[in-house]
């Protein structure tokens, strides 16, 4: 599985303009991750998410495992002035070279200048019980500027080896417009420091 696609502004940029849309309008948020892991093979993670009201679906490649897609439907909530929460609850179905069922989430938490975010899903894999997983991403950010946040960021993956369970990290994102751009830098103490680039745009 690849860390992602919370990064999470895409969680909370597509629920966003999905709230501001006039009922029944689509919004909809395209991102891309490039993962550069040591001992293993570079490779990039897209992702499409499409929100209209309550419903949201999405598509990954890359995610779960290298090889695979997913295809996701899933319901927003959301609530709340000072402390603003969204969250969707969310199945998908699995397929490539790995294959299964997973519930999933996603959720964001903002406050002033402030955001916790995280996704996370259980793979119930079909060819082998053995190989179910739990996978999260998940984001502690500030925002000085409306332009730039920074902050941390923690992952669980099975796409690649390390040593590490949990992998951890920091982040610096800046947005242009409709675009955004973040760098994460996993394990910056160890030998198997990790970059990871994302790029994403909301239409």
Same mark, same amino acid.
């Given at each position: 599985?690849?860390?992602?696609?919370?990064?999470?502004?895409?969680? +909370? /940029?597509?629920?966003?303009?999905?709230?501001?849309?006039?009922?029944?309008?689509? &919004?909809? =948020?395209? +991102? $891309?991750?490039?993962?550069?892991?040591?001992?293993?093979?570079?490779?990039?993670?897209?992702?499409?998410?499409?929100?209209?009201?309550?419903?949201?679906?999405?598509?990954?490649?890359?995610?779960?495992?290298?090889?695979?897609? +997913?295809?996701?439907?899933?319901?927003?909530? &959301?609530?709340?002035?000072?402390?603003?929460?969204?969250?969707?609850?969310?199945?998908?179905?699995?397929?490539?070279?790995? $294959?299964?069922?997973?519930?999933?989430? /996603?959720?964001?938490? $903002? =406050? +002033?200048?402030?955001?916790?975010?995280?996704?996370?899903?259980?793979?119930?894999? &079909?060819?082998?019980?053995?190989? &179910?997983?739990?996978?999260?991403?998940?984001?502690?950010?500030?925002?000085?500027?409306?332009?730039?946040?920074?902050?941390?960021?923690?992952?669980?993956?099975?796409?690649?080896?390390?040593?590490?369970?949990?992998? /951890?990290?920091?982040?610096?994102?800046?947005?242009?417009?409709?675009?955004?751009?973040?760098?994460?830098?996993?394990?910056?103490?160890?030998?198997?420091?990790?970059?990871?680039?994302?790029?994403?745009?909301?239409?």
């Amino acid at each position: 599985m690849t860390g992602q696609a919370l990064a999470q502004e895409t969680a +909370s /940029r597509a629920l966003a303009e999905s709230a501001e849309a006039e009922p029944g309008q689509w &919004s909809f =948020y395209a +991102s $891309a991750f490039a993962y550069f892991p040591p001992e293993s093979q570079d490779y990039v993670s897209p992702v499409l998410t499409a929100d209209r009201g309550r419903l949201h679906l999405e598509a990954r490649y890359n995610y779960e495992a290298l090889s695979t897609g +997913s295809l996701w439907a899933g319901y927003n909530f &959301s609530g709340g002035t000072e402390l603003v929460c969204e969250a969707t609850a969310m199945v998908g179905a699995v397929f490539g070279d790995t $294959a299964g069922v997973a519930p999933g989430y /996603r959720l964001s938490l $903002a =406050y +002033s200048s402030f955001e916790f975010s995280s996704e996370g899903e259980y793979l119930f894999d &079909s060819r082998n019980r053995a190989e &179910s997983f739990f996978y999260t991403w998940t984001e502690l950010s500030y925002s000085p500027a409306d332009w730039f946040r920074t902050g941390l960021v923690g992952q669980r993956t099975r796409a690649y080896k390390t040593e590490l369970d949990i992998q /951890r990290g920091l982040l610096a994102g800046f947005t242009y417009r409709d675009w955004d751009f973040t760098i994460y830098l996993f394990n910056p103490d160890r030998d198997d420091r990790m970059f990871v680039l994302s790029v994403g745009v909301g239409f």
